[in-house]
């Protein structure tokens, strides 16, 4: 090689740089993911300190059913960690954290993918893990408060009682009908089972004390009778394209990200790679 061409490759190679524009936007990307990180892992670590679970950890492992809390935790590592390492990765051109955002998302993604396919296929058997999910909760609506606040909220939201019918509460110990309970709450369902009466300014949440010791057929005058799990397969195919628009925004966002580390990565590689030539 002579000496002119030495000369214009070691020009070219010498002012070359990571593109600005892909090494900011992806941090602006992460940066948004690693903030909201940081809000999920403060709210979930601020409920379970109010719960005293931070003093004793024990309070977790000795729940029957789910703690919601823990859902709020686990997504705030997730997003924590992913936007740490894209906002460090991109800021310090670091391909091992980059890749490992990328590989990441990548992972997410394609598990998202799996896991509304699998469930469009398996239907039956989504429908009675479902099921089996909700009465495990229902057994334990007493013994979490944010647990308790979600089924309410569930239910209120579907118009629905139970997994597939107000009988489901004779799952949970304070509700249930047999003759060995002293509960005040025997016989009854959750305020939120309740058709709301528009005349009432004040929640009523003794509404449902008692009311399936009524005839069967008087029940749908004062609580829901659907299930939960009916409730919620009547609303999806109603609520479809909603869903689908989420899902599909929610692909795009990703999609976007690893667009954004692969082609950084690349422009990192290619300027190292002539720095080295």
Same mark, same amino acid.
């Given at each position: 090689?002579?000496?002119?061409?030495?000369?214009?490759?070691?020009?070219?190679?010498?002012?070359?740089?990571?593109?600005?524009?892909?090494?900011?936007?992806?941090?602006?990307?992460?940066?948004?993911?690693?903030?909201?990180?940081?809000?999920?892992?403060?709210?979930?670590?601020?409920?379970?300190?109010?719960?005293?679970?931070?003093?004793?950890?024990?309070?977790?492992?000795?729940?029957?059913?789910?703690?919601?809390?823990?859902?709020?935790?686990?997504?705030?590592?997730?997003? /924590?960690?992913?936007? !740490?390492?894209?906002?460090?990765?991109?800021? +310090?051109?670091? =391909?091992? &954290?980059? @890749?490992?955002?990328?590989?990441?998302?990548?992972?997410?993604?394609?598990?998202?993918?799996?896991?509304?396919?699998?469930?469009?296929?398996?239907?039956?058997?989504?429908?009675?893990? /479902?099921?089996?999910? !909700?009465?495990?909760?229902?057994?334990?609506? +007493?013994?979490? =408060?944010? &647990?308790? @606040?979600?089924?309410?909220?569930?239910?209120?939201?579907?118009?629905?009682?139970?997994?597939?019918?107000?009988?489901?509460?004779?799952?949970?110990?304070?509700?249930?009908?047999?003759?060995?309970?002293?509960?005040?709450?025997?016989?009854?369902?959750?305020?939120?089972?309740?058709?709301?009466?528009?005349?009432?300014?004040?929640?009523?949440?003794?509404?449902?004390?008692?009311?399936?010791?009524?005839?069967?057929?008087?029940?749908?005058?004062?609580?829901?009778?659907?299930?939960?799990?009916?409730?919620?397969?009547?609303?999806?195919?109603?609520?479809?394209?909603?869903?689908?628009?989420?899902?599909?925004?929610?692909?795009?966002?990703?999609?976007?990200?690893?667009?954004?580390?692969?082609?950084?990565?690349?422009?990192?590689?290619?300027?190292?790679?002539?720095?080295?030539?």
């Amino acid at each position: 090689m002579d000496s002119a061409s030495q000369k214009m490759h070691y020009y070219r190679y010498s002012n070359a740089k990571v593109s600005c524009w892909y090494k900011y936007l992806l941090f602006s990307y992460n940066i948004i993911f690693w903030l909201a990180g940081v809000v999920f892992l403060g709210v979930g670590l601020w409920a379970w300190s109010e719960k005293g679970v931070l003093s004793d950890l024990t309070k977790v492992t000795r729940m029957h059913g789910i703690d919601p809390v823990v859902l709020v935790l686990m997504v705030g590592v997730v997003m /924590f960690t992913l936007g !740490f390492a894209g906002c460090v990765g991109a800021l +310090r051109e670091n =391909i091992c &954290l980059l @890749n490992f955002f990328c590989g990441t998302i990548v992972l997410i993604f394609f598990l998202e993918l799996a896991v509304a396919v699998l469930a469009f296929l398996f239907q039956d058997w989504v429908r009675d893990r /479902f099921r089996e999910f !909700f009465e495990s909760n229902i057994k334990s609506y +007493r013994d979490d =408060i944010d &647990l308790q @606040n979600l089924i309410d909220s569930l239910q209120k939201a579907n118009q629905c009682c139970g997994a597939y019918g107000p009988e489901d509460w004779d799952l949970n110990v304070y509700f249930n009908c047999s003759g060995a309970s002293y509960s005040r709450e025997k016989c009854g369902v959750p305020f939120s089972c309740c058709v709301p009466d528009p005349a009432q300014k004040v929640v009523n949440t003794q509404c449902g004390y008692d009311v399936r010791i009524q005839l069967k057929s008087k029940w749908d005058e004062s609580i829901f009778t659907k299930g939960c799990i009916q409730a919620l397969e009547s609303w999806l195919p109603r609520n479809i394209y909603i869903v689908a628009g989420v899902f599909i925004a929610i692909s795009l966002l990703q999609i976007f990200g690893i667009f954004l580390a692969r082609t950084l990565i690349s422009d990192i590689e290619a300027v190292k790679a002539g720095h080295h030539f």
